[in-house]
């Protein structure tokens, strides 16, 4: 099994989109392709019952029979930071249990797409944030770009935060979130020049961002290089 985790550099900057885009996008090479969110905040009541939207996009990418548990192990209701959620929820956040509920789902593929928590440092509970949760894991990384006014310094930032922890960024993925940003090929360029990782796919403003639309804007053979060097 290979697997990486997904970080962004912000909330709200399409990491689930460009998650399910790079899950279909294996499935595409007959790999048992799977994502999880181990966490995940904000639910809302369809069909009598409590469903997070992410964990849903993300179970409608993989090509195996998972359940919304398995690919979201822990969902809170609340739509607001996870420390905070949780807390008002009375629940306690374990990080060993959230820890094996990943890798029982990554057991059952070929490869999987881990995706964090808003940026790359998001508290969970005292003394374990979403850093600590990846190099727990100790995945290589896939760094989302939001491209918005910024996202240089969000960017180079993240990874130094991503180096520190002694992990390898696997790649990183321009996702326009800005319609209306100016000079993005001189933001690309200036990017490009300065991560330590190939550029995975530039992916535009969709109409519909479903998994395959989103998988057409990205690199088969960035995705290809990856796995032999896994």
């Not at 964090?116 to 508290?123: C, I, K, L, S, T």
């Not at 600590?132 to 896939?142: C, F, H, N, Q, R």
């Not at 993925?173 to 995975?200: G, H, I, K, Q, T």
């Amino acid at each position: 099994m290979t697997a990486f985790f997904v970080t962004g550099t912000d909330t709200e900057i399409g990491k689930t989109a460009i998650t399910a885009g790079l899950t279909h996008l294996a499935g595409s090479l007959g790999l048992r392709s799977a994502a999880v969110k181990p966490l995940a905040a904000g639910q809302d009541m369809v069909n009598n019952r409590w469903v997070n939207e992410d964990v849903l996009r993300l179970q409608a990418a993989v090509n195996i029979e998972l359940t919304d548990a398995q690919v979201g192990p822990l969902q809170l209701r609340t739509p607001c930071a996870p420390h905070i959620a949780a807390k008002l929820e009375g629940i306690t956040i374990e990080p060993a249990a959230l820890l094996a509920a990943v890798q029982r789902t990554l057991g059952l593929c070929d490869i999987g797409f881990v995706e964090g928590v808003g940026g790359f440092r998001v508290p969970l509970t005292a003394g374990w944030d979403t850093a600590d949760m990846a190099t727990d894991l100790d995945l290589p990384v896939i760094l989302v770009v939001g491209m918005r006014l910024g996202c240089i310094n969000h960017a180079l930032l993240t990874a130094e935060a991503i180096e520190s922890r002694g992990l390898r960024m696997a790649g990183w993925v321009a996702n326009a979130v800005d319609p209306s940003m100016a000079y993005v090929e001189d933001n690309l360029a200036a990017l490009s020049a300065r991560l330590n990782a190939p550029c995975w796919g530039q992916v535009p403003r969709l109409p519909d961002p479903n998994p395959a639309a989103v998988a057409a804007h990205l690199s088969l053979s960035a995705l290809r290089v990856a796995l032999e060097n896994a």
